[in-house]
Each structure stands twice: as structure tokens, then as C-alpha cells.
């Protein structure tokens, strides 16, 4: 039915066009120099960080630096630097992510990004293999909300054949095979393809979100679209 094909181009161009305009995407995105003109406050502490010789300062000496100038450009949300991960346990670390540019620490997600990052950059090749292990990064605050990366990195390559690439293996599977009956009423209809939609947006959100694929209810409900749109489409591909 054209009118179909031209309802769901129309729904997935509305669906593309209202993206930007998401509060996940805007969160990601946001910048504080936009909103409260922290430029400024940028040239005064990359000046202040060149004359300070972090390298040969002791822990002592970092930890009074933050407590008294550098903690009031820490961007990101407080519990970070003071209970999930204090700067007085590791004041170098803090430092080096007041080192990176604005963008790249301007909020949660991005301190997420960079402290997933650094720990996995520590463990050794054969570690790499499998991740920074799911229950010492599940337990503590500073979780990646941001699905496919937090497998990489927790999982590893190893974990993401097996928690990942299932669901990307199937989103293949349902594409193809609707694409390739795309004529036929039975397989290419309204039900079908608002179960495909509805699997693709799972993982679309889980990817700008978090909290989908290591959710046993977001995961459950993926796994039921998925189990029916299975059914629904290898009985009617027998059927024609």
C-alpha cells in the first residue's frame, strides 16, 4: 500500500527531524559556555594549570590546589569528585580531566566517556579482551549511560559477541527480510513494521540513553518484540 510506505517515510522523517530537539540529545550536548559564559573562566584555569608542575607536586599539595581553587571548575556533577570517586584517593586524575578541553568534561556523560576511558587504557592487552568487569562497574556511581559503549568497555570485545551483537544481528535479520518481501502484504504490514520500529528505538535510546540492554525490563520487553516479530515473519515468509 503506497499510503503506508508514505506514512512511515513521513513518521521516520518527523522522528529524524525531532532528534535535536530531545532532552537526551540536549543533555549530551549542552555547554556551559553557552549558558553562563564560562569562557573566561577557561583562559584564567589553562593559564593557572600551565604554571602549575602537577608532575612533581605531592598528593598533599594537589589535594589543597583543588580544595581551594580548582574545585570551582569542576563542571560535572559534585558526587563524582567527592564520594564515587574523590579527588583525594587519585588528585592527579582530576587534573588531568581540568587539562581536557571545555567540551570534553562540560557535564556527566562526558566525565563518564573520559573516566571508562582512562581505566580501561590501564588494564593489560589480555584484560582488554574482557572489559573492566560488569559488577566492579555496575556497583559505583559513575555508570556510562550510554549503551554499546559501557559493554565495550566493562565487557569487552568478548562481552559485546555475546550481549551486543545479537541485537545488531537481529536488527539485520528483520530488515532484510522485510525488505526483501516488500510486496508482500503479509510480511511488509502495519504490524510488523511497528514492531521493527519499536525494537529499532529500543536500541536507538539504550545508545543516547543508557539503561536498555543491562535493564532485565527494558531488555525483557526487547526480547518479547523481538521473539514476536520472529514469528510473525518466518510464518508469513513460509507462507509465500
Known amino acids: 500500500d503506497r499510503r503506508f510506505v508514505l506514512f512511515l517515510v513521513v513518521l521516520i522523517g518527523i522522528g529524524a527531524w525531532m532528534i535535536p530537539y530531545s532532552p537526551a540529545y540536549k543533555n549530551a550536548s549542552f555547554g556551559y559556555e553557552d549558558e553562563w559564559g564560562f569562557e573566561d573562566n577557561e583562559r584564567q584555569l589553562a593559564s593557572s594549570l600551565a604554571e602549575l608542575d602537577i608532575e612533581s607536586s605531592d ?37 588531568d580531566v581540568l587539562s581536557l578541553p571545555f567540551e570534553q568534561r562540560n557535564g556527566g556523560r562526558q566525565f563518564q566517556q573520559y573516566f571508562m576511558q582512562r581505566k580501561f587504557d590501564e ?24 549503551d554499546f559503549m559501557r559493554q565495550y568497555y566493562v565487557l569487552g570485545p568478548l562481552g559485546m559477541l555475546v550481549t551486543v551483537i545479537p541485537y545488531l544481528g537481529l536488527l539485520g535479520y528483520f530488515g532484510l527480510v522485510m525488505l526483501k518481501k516488500i510486496k508482500n502484504p503479509k510480511i511488509f504490514c502495519f504490524e510488523n513494521m511497528v514492531l521493527a520500529m519499536s525494537y529499532s528505538l529500543g536500541l536507538v535510546i539504550g545508545y543516547y540513553s543508557g539503561h536498555v540492554l543491562d ?4 531488555s525483557l520487553f526487547i526480547a518479547l518484540i523481538a521473539g514476536r516479530l520472529i514469528f510473525q515473519l518466518r510464518g508469513s515468509y513460509e507462507e509465500a
Open 215 to 218: 535493564e532485565p525490563i527494558c
Open 123 to 146: 588494564l593489560t592487552p589480555t584484560q582488554k579482551w574482557f572489559g573492566l568487569g560488569y559488577s566492579r562497574m555496575s556497583q559505583g556511581g559513575i555508570v556510562l549511560e550510554q
Open 59 to 95: 598528593d598533599y599539595a594537589l589535594i589543597w590546589q583543588i580544595e581551594h581553587i580548582y574545585i570551582y571548575y569542576m563542571t560535572f556533577p559534585r558526587e563524582y569528585y567527592t564520594y564515587y570517586y574523590s579527588y583525594k584517593y587519585d588528585p592527579k586524575f582530576y587534573f
